[in-house]
């Protein structure tokens, strides 16, 4: 008997230890990991067809769910190891290193994200400047100094910023593309909507929706709608066709074909004549006895 409330009693210890940011933490770290064998399903697929590893979409997700799940822990271990959620030790040492790592980690994993659909979808056609652009952001945030809570503060607001750029960056180019190239249309809207709503999840869970609505309930639906969303990324990123453009290619060998056909008709036979006043030549019939080009009457 005595076992028996002991054992219901370290239950309730640990339900109440295991609150609601705690799921919330723990589900957004299992979450990117679960994910991570379908984008490596995806990347065995491209290895085999190709004999290499390529920079596809597949795996620039890969890189990001792991840079994710990294960033996902340092997050946790500053939340409820170093801080406890006190504004006060925000800005002092060990947090704040860890707090800097947890974004760095995250955005440098979004950045190689960015290169690999430039590289697997326009052919480096941006040369890599955008995913350069986010390292280097993300770099420069790290070095700012912060000392006082409203100076990390602005820190977070320069965070947020960066972490928006690339976020809409990787939705707007998803969209334009499969707007453009019908094979990966599903693929491209799939990782589009799939940010769109990773990025409207890291929105609920901020205070003013836990004020609103109580935190349980806002880390609930902040996990839910994340989690929704990176599947459908990952559900995208394996969509993606090895070629996203063979259509395109099909297209302009077609009309290189047509044009080809089309000049080798318009070409003069070796027995044309040609018109000693514009130059074109005659056509093959007999019975015409005029240029249809400028009237000149053809020589007899």
């Known amino acids: 008997m005595n076992l028996t409330i002991r054992g219901y009693e370290a239950i309730r210890l640990i339900a109440q230890a295991f609150t609601a940011a705690h799921a919330f933490s723990i589900t957004l770290l299992i979450a990117p990991l679960a994910l991570t064998p379908l984008t490596i399903i995806k990347i065995v697929k491209h290895s085999k067809k190709d004999g290499r590893l390529r920079f596809t979409t597949a795996l620039g997700c890969l890189v990001f769910l792991i840079s994710l799940a990294v960033s996902r822990i340092l997050f946790s271990i500053f939340d409820f190891v170093l801080t406890e959620f006190d504004p006060s030790l925000y800005y002092t040492q060990p947090a704040l290193s860890v707090y800097k790592a947890a974004n760095l ?3 440098v994993g ?3 994200l960015v290169y690999t659909m430039d590289a697997h979808l326009f052919q480096l056609k941006a040369k890599g400047a955008p995913a350069y652009a986010f390292i280097t952001a993300a770099v420069l945030v790290v070095l700012v100094p912060v000392s006082t809570m409203m100076e990390f503060s602005r820190l977070s607001v320069l965070d947020a910023m960066v972490r928006l750029a690339w976020f809409a960056s990787v939705i707007v180019v998803s ?8 094979p990966a249309r599903l693929a491209s809207f799939l990782v589009a909507f799939g940010f769109l709503a990773y990025f409207i999840g890291t929105s ?5 929706v836990s004020l609103a609505f109580g935190t349980v309930i806002a880390y609930l639906v902040s996990s839910i709608v994340q989690v929704s969303g990176l599947f459908l990324c990952a559900a995208g990123f394996f969509a993606y066709p090895i070629n996203p453009q063979p259509r395109i290619k099909e297209t302009a060998q077609k009309e290189t074909a047509a044009g ?19 130059g074109k030549p005659f056509p093959p019939e007999a019975d015409v006895q005029f240029c249809q080009h400028c009237g000149a009457k053809m020589p007899n």
Request: contains cysteine.
């Open 110 to 112: 979004g950045s190689f």
């Open 260 to 278: 080809m056909a089309s000049d080798a008709l318009s070409a003069p036979s070796p027995g044309h004549r040609f018109c000693s006043s514009c």
């Open 105 to 107: 980690s995250l955005v």
């Open 204 to 208: 609920l869970s901020n205070v003013f």
């Open 175 to 182: 969209f334009i593309h499969g707007g453009k190239n019908q």
